[in-house]
C-alpha cells in the first residue's frame, strides 16, 4: 500500500517522513524565526508613518517567498532515480548496490532519503531534504529572500531606531519594542551571515559545477564527475527569466539530459543485482551519503 509522505519509490507525495530530532527542530525553527520577523517588524520596529505600510508590505512579500520556497524545497522530488531507470548510452556503467538498479554518474545515494539523487549537492537538514536537480532552484530562491529579508531587518532596525523619538520613551510599550528591535536586528544579523554563506555556495556550485559533496570529495583527492559549470537553464528551466524568481516548477527542454537517464514509458525494467553484474558494482563508501 502506497505511503501518503515518503521518499519511497510508491510514495503519493515525497517527503522525508523519517526525521531525527535535530531536524524537526531545524524546520520549524526556520518558519518560527521567519514568523517571528514578521510580527517584530509590523507590531514593534516600524513607526506609523514614512512609509510604514510600504515597508511592512515589501518585508512580508519577502516572507511569504521565503515560505514559499523553503516548502517546495522540503516537498519536491529532488531528483531521486527510479528503479526503471536506463543510461543514456551504452558507455555509462554506474550501479548502486543499496538501491540495486542504475545509477547515473552525477547521482549520490543519500543514506536519509535512501534514495539515489541526480546532481545532489547536500542533505539540508533545515529542510529534511536533499538539495538535487529538481529543486535547487527553491532552494536558491530560498537563500535569496532570506538574505533579503535579513538585509531588509538590519536596515530598517538602525534606520527607525535612530530616527525615532518612541525609543527614547520610557513605558512598557516602547521597552518592548526596543527589546524586539534589538532581537530582530540580532536575528537579521545571524540570517545573513548563514544564508548569506550557503547562497555563495550556490553561486559557486553553478560556476563550477561542483558542488558541496564534490568540493569535500576533492579536498580528500577524490575524483568526481562534475566540474562543468553548469547553465542557468539546468536549475530555473527554460521559462521566463521573470518566472525564475518565484519557486514554480521548471520546465526543463530536455529532462533525460538534465538528470543523466532514461525511464521507458509503461515499461517495468526489473532491477539487475550487482552479483550479476559485477562490472556495475560502484563503492558504496564512496558514493554513499
Known amino acids: 500500500m502506497a505511503r501518503l509522505f515518503s521518499t519511497s519509490p510508491d510514495g503519493m507525495f515525497w517527503c522525508n517522513s523519517s526525521p531525527d530530532g535535530w531536524t524537526i527542530i531545524n524546520v520549524i525553527g526556520a518558519y518560527i524565526l521567519t ?13 506609523w508613518k514614512e512609509w510604514y505600510y510600504l515597508h511592512a508590505i515589501l518585508f512580508l512579500i519577502a516572507s511569504f517567498l521565503a515560505l514559499w520556497s523553503h516548502t517546495k524545497t522540503m516537498m519536491t522530488n529532488p531528483g531521486a532515480v527510479p528503479e526503471n531507470a536506463q543510461p543514456m548510452n551504452n558507455n ?9 538498479a542504475f545509477k547515473p554518474k552525477s547521482a549520490y545515494h543519500c543514506s536519509k532519503c535512501k534514495r539515489c539523487i541526480v546532481r545532489m549537492d547536500h542533505h539540508c537538514p533545515y529542510t529534511n531534504n536533499c ?4 529543486n535547487q532552484k527553491f532552494m536558491i530562491l530560498f537563500l535569496l529572500y532570506c538574505n533579503i ?5 538590519i536596515g530598517l532596525c538602525v534606520y527607525y ?21 534589538f532581537c530582530f536586528f540580532f536575528d537579521g544579523v545571524l540570517t545573513l551571515s548563514f544564508t548569506g554563506e550557503m547562497m555563495r555556495r550556490q553561486i559557486l556550485s553553478i560556476y563550477t559545477g561542483v558542488g558541496t559533496i564534490d568540493r569535500l570529495k576533492l579536498a580528500k583527492g577524490k575524483k568526481i564527475a562534475g566540474g562543468t559549470p553548469l547553465p542557468l ?13 518565484f519557486p514554480f516548477d521548471p520546465f526543463f527542454e530536455n529532462p533525460e539530459q538534465i ?14 543485482s550487482s552479483a550479476e553484474t559485477p562490472l556495475l558494482a560502484t563503492s558504496l563508501q564512496e558514493d554513499t551519503i
Not at 556503467?93 to 538501491?99: A, F, H, L, M, R
Open 131 to 134: 538539495v538535487g536537480a529538481h
Open 35 to 47: 514568523l517571528y520577523a514578521d510580527l517584530a517588524i509590523v507590531m514593534f520596529c516600524l513607526v
Open 259 to 272: 538528470l543523466g537517464f532514461r525511464q521507458p514509458k509503461n515499461l517495468e525494467t526489473p532491477a539487475v
Open 233 to 245: 537553464s539546468a536549475i530555473f528551466g527554460i521559462d521566463f527569466p521573470l518566472l525564475w524568481l
Open 92 to 100: 555509462e556503467n554506474g550501479y548502486c548496490t543499496k538501491c540495486d
Open 161 to 181: 531606531g535612530s530616527i525615532s523619538k518612541a525609543f527614547l520613551e520610557r513605558n512598557i510599550y516602547n521597552w518592548l519594542q526596543r527589546i524586539a528591535a
Open 149 to 153: 529579508q535579513a538585509l531588509y531587518a
